[in-house]
């Protein structure tokens, strides 16, 4: 019992230069809303395609867009293109300026601000549609 | 260091088609999700009276095309980054060529060949533009 065993080293993220900050979160956002919106767009140019076939099968699937948990979906799918877009703005702007990528996190705040505005234009209006009213 | 190499050119095209995207898909959503009944206003009607139109063409068939190339871009991005054996690699890498190439196909054909008004279909189902009967 006396014997120790050797722990493990803890992961300290503080003090790093990357690990744990603005720059990870928007890499791992970026990451998880584009692949999540790739895998949308697979499914919409299917279900959009379906208009070329007829017009009451069209009109079926588009039903199933009209549900409350699938107009909760598209709020989500929305928060994360208008994430993205506006993730990829600052992205191309630390790309190309020094002054940008001196002022990254800075301006991942003014994305997320950007975000948050959009939303707030976008959300009520939309839910109302789906929730009628 | 060659000038056209493709990951060069694969790292341009995602920052110029980026920014396109940010108003195609900004205009598409207002247009689709935003304006006068939002989701619930879309059916066989609304579609067929857009794309009757020349502009609507062109724009979801540029959307379409960049869309599909960014995102895949994209997931070609994220295999790289994860998928470290050379067989699985090679599988989801030609998976995503050929599930990209049809869609872009699919989605082209779609929007240039579609009927808005197709014959045999119930009156109340088409745009207002259809000849009656």
Not at chain 2, 90 to 111: C, D, E, K
Request: net charge positive; aromatic share 14%.
């Amino acid at each position: 019992m006396s014997i120790k065993t050797p722990s493990k080293p803890k992961t300290v993220f503080r003090g790093t230069l990357y690990r744990g900050h603005e720059g990870m979160w928007s890499w791992v956002l970026h990451r998880i809303t584009g692949i999540a919106i790739y895998f949308f767009l697979l499914v919409h140019v299917l279900d959009t395609a379906t208009v070329r076939l007829d017009p009451e099968l069209y009109n079926a699937v588009m039903a199933s867009y009209k549900t409350p948990i699938m107009g909760l979906g598209e709020a989500a799918l929305v928060a994360a293109i208008v994430f993205h877009a506006f993730n990829g703005l600052r992205i191309i702007l630390v790309d190309m300026t020094a002054w940008a990528s001196r002022h990254h996190r800075t301006l991942f705040y003014g994305v997320l601000v950007l975000w948050a505005v959009v939303m707030i234009a976008f959300l009520p209006r939309h839910l109302m549609h789906v929730f009628g009213g | 260091m060659k000038f056209f190499r493709f990951d060069r050119l694969a790292w341009i095209f995602m920052r110029v088609s980026g920014f396109l995207l940010i108003g195609l898909i900004f205009t598409h959503l207002i247009v689709n999700l935003m304006q006068d009944g939002g989701v619930k206003a879309i059916d066989f009607a609304f579609v067929a009276g857009k794309l009757a139109n020349p502009f609507w063409q062109w724009f979801d068939v540029t959307l379409l095309w960049l869309a599909l190339i960014h995102g895949s871009n994209g997931m070609r991005v994220v295999i790289d980054d994860y998928v470290y054996r050379t067989g699985v690699k090679r599988f989801l890498l030609v998976s995503l060529v050929i599930s990209t190439t049809t869609l872009i196909v699919l989605g082209t054909l779609v929007i240039f060949t579609l009927d808005p008004c197709p014959v045999g279909s119930p009156a109340d189902l088409l745009p207002s533009f259809c000849p009656a009967g």
